[in-house]
């Protein structure tokens, strides 16, 4: 062995023994880190801190003797710093009960004989709002003549504009708890406040928690005392973490029927509604073990492409859709261009059972 092997050899030696060092002190690094997010948690902090993380950036590289420049010596601690910050966040969703974990099964929530999540798309289709018996009876049995299972309306309806319909409240509450027992379809409905639960839970099957209520804690903890299936939208502004904990404050105060449903995000995009996150799907089914469904009419806002959207949903790994269809919607109150003929709603049932084997 030449003085050059001899060398390079011993610098190995203690490259690997610096090596063991580094990654024993990064891991002391987060374990701290780790603790911090806990104490942050607890008093409601988030745990990205900018100015603390640019304080500490400027005290390494002040302290920095060389020779690594201080660009690298920046970008190797800013490295450092997010993997704190993920890992935090990882502690933290591994703390929750909607969680999975190793061995983990999906969830299957029963509604009327219906099942959502286990296999079978589970499919929700109505029309934006209740407006009469009359209006809701006959789209409802032309739905259900379709093969869809579950009856979707809106009694309380929370629009952007104060001028907009709001809904027939109570009355549509009954509206379409008759006509559901009629034709023998279980139903879903928006509740708005903590102070309806009660009321909208002694109709519905399934009560709906709307994107602008994604946030309204005060109502998330209600639902969480009932024992009926609750439906969560995902925020328009929402990320997957915050959709998360949002269905958490429901299941940790004991409602288990927890079932989350991607509507889409707002972004710059005009051509459509909303954006879909379709990789939301997956990555939530990856997660959590709740039945995910995804919502097509509210995402698009249109309906000359909600068959390869629908398409792509359930591909995607979705338990079950959610569209909007009323029996004349040319004179619906709310949403009447996004909302598809009875004729368009066969037509969207008739392409997802030739491309599904599920269906």
Not at 57 to 85: C, H, W, Y
Not at 112 to 122: F, T
Request: contains cysteine; proline residues 5%.
């Amino acid at each position: 062995m030449t003085d050059y092997e001899r060398e390079l050899s011993a610098l190995r030696a203690r490259m690997s023994a610096l090596n063991e060092r580094i990654m024993g002190n990064l891991n002391e690094f987060i374990t701290l880190s780790n603790r911090i997010g806990e104490v942050k948690d607890k008093m409601g902090l988030p745990h990205f801190d900018p100015v603390r993380e640019s304080n500490m950036l400027k005290e390494v590289l002040d302290a920095n003797p060389g020779p690594m420049p201080g660009d690298q010596m920046k970008t190797v601690f800013k490295a450092i710093f997010r993997a704190s910050v993920e890992e935090m966040g990882m502690e933290k969703r591994a703390r929750l009960e909607v969680n999975r974990l190793p061995g983990s099964r999906d969830k299957v929530i029963e509604v009327g004989g219906v099942a959502i999540g286990g296999g079978r798309p589970a499919i929700m289709g109505g029309p934006c709002s209740v407006e009469s018996h009359e209006q809701m009876l006959e789209t409802a049995r032309g739905l259900k003549a379709l093969g869809v299972p579950i009856l979707r309306g809106g009694a309380f309806k929370p629009r952007t504009s104060p001028y907009s319909f709001q809904g027939l409240e109570e009355e549509g509450l009954k509206i379409l708890r008759a006509v559901g027992d009629e034709v023998g379809m279980p139903v879903i409905t928006e509740v708005i406040s903590a102070h309806d639960v009660p009321l909208v839970a002694g109709y519905a099957d399934i009560l709906q928690v709307g994107t602008r209520n994604m946030f309204n804690y005060a109502l998330l903890k209600e639902l969480g005392r009932i024992r009926k299936p609750v439906m969560l939208k995902r925020g328009f502004m929402a990320t997957m973490e915050e959709f998360v904990l949002a269905a958490e404050y429901i299941y940790v105060r004991g409602n288990h029927q927890v079932i989350l449903c991607e509507r889409g995000i707002r972004t710059f995009e005009t051509w459509t509604r909303n954006t879909l996150d379709i990789s939301s799907v997956p990555i939530l089914k990856q997660e959590t073990f709740l039945p995910v469904i995804v919502d097509v009419s509210h995402a698009l806002g249109r309906k000359d492409v909600i068959k390869p959207i629908a398409h792509a949903a359930l591909a995607a790994g979705a338990d079950g859709l959610m569209f909007e269809s009323h029996c004349n919607p040319a004179s619906a109150l709310s949403d009447n261009q996004q909302q598809l003929t009875l004729e368009e709603a066969a037509g969207l049932m008739d392409y997802l059972k030739k491309h599904l084997e599920t269906m």
